[in-house]
């Protein structure tokens, strides 16, 4: 079958999709419509559980509608499987590399799954592995490459047919600024050099500003489509920036939470970014006083302030972030609860961390930055207990981990990278596991596990196996589970990576809340907006410390010229270092 000529490269036409769960069937996508012309870049945002994923596997054929159509090139996808393989690349969330096999034997496999012939092999393999630069790393097996460098390695798998549409699920989750730069300068290129259709899903509003078309996806159905520009109107001259001489920012975004107008309200390193619903007046004399020496000025509109609103709209009208409960904040204190000095961490000949030495204080939420393989996963399993040190000291809340690792751990939570809870058992199943391997017995843990259930608002899904939840509600789950013993410590190793601004939003209202009652936090992020809700961060490099600071020492340090973001700020700082971690 022949493509017509001037057929969108992908046509919705009142897709409707369900799916079964237990007894009950969920509308996944409701009356779906658009269309994308050839060429550009679509972004598909949306709360957890919109129906992205869903939306993209039916583009790429993999699922069938059950009302309306799905055309590809002016090609039906019910009725055109072989052409649709042909002319479409789909990457998944998790793209399933072949971890025991090199960089380019994953190549050939994939090769040989789309029946490329032997004698296009070489130039192909060529132009994707300058593409990607990854050519220096064909032997390299597939498992000790870096997280970008998988992205990047999935990514060259799914274009060895030079697709005409390319479907991307959140294809930068997982790694860093530079590798997530890269991974763009990639997916740019096919666009203006090869004239390739992109539509991808993401759950970060900067990345959905690079696209010249954005669809808002909310419970299966489209809320609101366009370009950028066209969804800043939305909200503009709605944000203000605030900063205080006198309070925190942590104390500024308590202020404002839940006053009249207010829809959102974010820390940026030493100011708050608010946002009000369209028509709502700010009453800054209301909120503050002179004393508190208070100043506001106007931002431009951003399509994270239109996400929001969006949301907000839908929900009648009330703000979408609120505090979980009302804080007293009694600020970090200087006294250490973490103490790391001089140390190192071998794996044979390979030395992952190098002199380390920091030290963290109540109360604080601290940092850790990098580009992957920057040893800061290594130097969170050796805080935690679970890695022992070559060289150095390390204490957590005066405990020295070399002498009594497991005291330790009786005062720490930790809620790791991956989603790491047992998907077979049930919510409850997992809150009762997790509470009786921290001591609880008898009524404190049925007390405990109540607790979790009411906070975290997962009642309604005690009964559901774990793996079947949201991502979102997997991460509410996760750090549920970490503080079951009300620990002193928590540690936090990317606990946000792929979930939506909404659920990043309530996550940290809640760490806030922890760390306002004393609470010490440690955590590693990729995002680096969410960097600058931290009090100070620690940048590393190849298992050293390449910078140190708050969020606005850092920023100011990343060049010659203040950075405009801490992503900026970042790049700047490794690349004049002179690259990113171990690969």
């Keep these: 079958m022949i493509s017509p000529t001037n057929a969108p ?37 949306g709360p957890d559980g919109a129906g992205k994923t869903t939306l993209l596997r039916l583009a790429a054929g993999l699922l069938l509608p059950e009302a309306g159509s799905v055309e590809s090139f002016g090609n039906d996808t019910a009725t055109t499987g072989p052409l649709l393989h042909a002319t479409t690349g789909y990457m998944p969330q998790r793209f399933g590399l072949y971890e025991d096999l090199s960089l380019r034997e994953n190549l050939t ?25 990854l050519g220096k790393f064909e032997s390299r097996l597939a498992g000790r490459l870096s997280g970008g460098m998988k992205q990047k390695l999935g ?53 959905a500003e ?79 006083t002179a004393s508190d020496c208070v100043t506001a000025r106007s931002v431009p509109a951003r399509l994270e302030d239109a996400f929001i609103w969006l949301l907000t709209e839908r929900d009648g009208g009330h703000g979408v972030v609120e505090n979980v409960c009302p804080l007293a904040v009694i600020g970090p204190t200087a006294a250490p609860v973490i103490e790391v000095e001089a140390v190192d961490r071998w794996f044979g000949d390979f030395q992952a961390v190098k002199k380390l030495s920091f030290q963290v204080g109540r109360g604080e939420i601290f940092g850790l930055l990098g580009a992957n393989g920057a040893g800061k996963t290594t130097t969170f399993r050796m805080l935690c207990g679970l890695l022992p040190a070559s060289n150095g000291s390390l204490k957590v809340a005066g405990v020295d981990l070399r002498r009594a690792a497991a005291q330790a751990r009786g005062r720490l939570g930790y809620m790791s990278q991956k989603f790491s809870l047992y998907g077979q058992l049930s919510v409850r199943q997992n809150l009762d596991f997790f509470s009786h391997a921290y001591g609880l017995r008898g009524g404190a843990r049925r007390e405990r596990i109540a607790w979790a259930l009411g906070e975290f608002g997962l009642t309604e899904f005690a009964d559901t196996d774990s793996r079947d939840l949201a ?95 801490m992503e900026e700020a970042f790049i700047r700082l490794v690349e004049a270092a002179g690259g990113g971690g171990a690969a």
């Design 155 to 207: 990514l060259a798998c799914t274009l060895l047919n030079r697709p005409r549409l390319l479907l991307l699920d959140e294809p930068s989750v997982g790694v860093d600024p530079l590798s997530r730069r890269e991974l763009w300068h990639i997916i740019d290129a096919l666009v203006s050099d090869h004239g390739t259709t992109v539509l991808l899903s993401t759950a970060y509003m900067d990345e």
């Design 109 to 133: 496999l994939y090769a040989d799954l789309h029946g490329i012939a032997q004698a296009d092999r070489p130039e192909r393999f060529a132009e994707l592995l300058a593409m990607t630069g």
């Design 471 to 565: 991502l979102g509600y997997k991460q509410r789950l996760a750090l549920a589970c970490a503080l079951m013993h009300e620990p002193e410590i928590l540690f936090l190793d990317e606990p946000t990576s792929g979930i939506d601004p909404l659920a990043r939003r309530e996550f940290w209202a809640r760490i806030n809340q922890l760390a306002a009652g004393g609470v010490t936090v440690l955590v590693t992020t990729h995002f680096m907006e969410e960097a600058e809700y931290c009090d100070r961060l620690l940048i590393m490099r190849e298992g050293d410390i390449l910078a140190a600071g708050t969020p606005a020492q850092i920023v100011r340090a990343g060049g010659s010229e203040a950075a405009s973001n």
């Design 210 to 288: 690079r696209c010249q078309h954005v669809i808002v996806l909310d419970h299966g159905g489209i809320l609101r489509q366009g370009a950028p520009a066209a969804l800043h109107e939305l909200v503009r001259g709605c944000g203000y920036r605030l900063t205080s001489a006198v309070l925190s920012s942590r104390q500024l975004r308590q202020r404002i939470v839940g006053q009249h107008g207010v829809i959102d309200a974010v820390v940026q390193g030493d100011a708050v970014r608010a946002v009000m619903a369209p028509g709502a007046a700010p009453d800054w004399a209301g909120w503050f």
């Design 9 to 45: 490269a992908l046509r919705f036409q009142g897709v409707d999709k369900s799916f079964r769960a237990g007894d009950r069937e969920v509308a996944a996508l409701r009356r779906i419509d658009f269309e994308l012309p050839g060429g550009g870049i679509t972004a598909l945002v």
